[in-house]
């Protein structure tokens, strides 16, 4: 069965944010715990990230939200560990005056395509990372770009719930990977990648 690792963004994600629902609804999926979610060191959320894709099943696919997109593109630079494929979400620019100060360690991301295949969600007025920014790290990771209009910084703040759509773009790329991530079926229409 597939395993689902959510990695949350800095402060974890809240009970009314998708990640969090998402978890609650599906047991496969299981959130990376790094030691501090307010003061995040890269190299300890990579060592969690690598602890938990140590703990998980076969097939892995990676489900990061802001500062976590970041976290992979820095643990995949650095892991040989087999992952399926990895569902990023709101790529936040490390260079742009929203970022915070408590992350700086994130900010030099590793250059070039990531290791595995992978899918970028963004929102057209995500205050932390402008669409022309995230278009950009989509060409540098070859990851597929879907624009879901705008959303804000698809958080809880975007009053998404559930998300659905979000649900959706997860199941067709595991799809497209050829895994059976047993999400649930969403209603047709929500995959539109721009």
């Not at 990230?49 to 970041?70: E, G, K, M, T």
């Not at 915070?100 to 899918?119: D, E, K, W």
């Amino acid at each position: 069965m597939t395993t689902f690792i959510t990695l949350p963004g800095i402060g974890g994600s809240e009970e009314s944010h998708w990640q969090t629902r998402w978890e609650r609804s599906h047991p496969s999926m299981k959130r990376f715990n790094p030691s501090d979610w307010e003061r995040p060191q890269l190299p300890e959320w990579c060592g969690a990230l690598q602890q938990a894709v140590d703990a998980a099943n076969d097939p892995i696919i990676l489900v990061a939200h802001s500062l976590s997109c970041l976290l992979v593109a820095h643990w995949a630079a650095q892991s040989t560990s087999a992952i399926a494929g990895a569902f990023l979400a709101a790529v936040p620019d490390p260079n742009a005056p929203t970022f915070p100060s408590a992350a700086s360690s994130f900010r030099a991301t590793p250059p070039g395509a990531l290791r595995f295949p992978s899918v970028i969600v963004a929102s057209m007025d995500d205050p932390y990372g402008s669409l022309e920014y995230v278009q950009g790290c989509a060409q540098s990771w070859k990851s597929r770009l879907v624009n879901i209009g705008a959303s804000g910084h698809i958080n809880a703040s975007s009053n998404l719930g559930e998300w659905p759509q979000g649900k959706s773009i997860l199941k067709q790329f595991c799809k497209e990977l050829g895994i059976d991530g047993g999400i649930g079926t969403e209603p047709p229409g929500t995959m539109d990648a721009n």
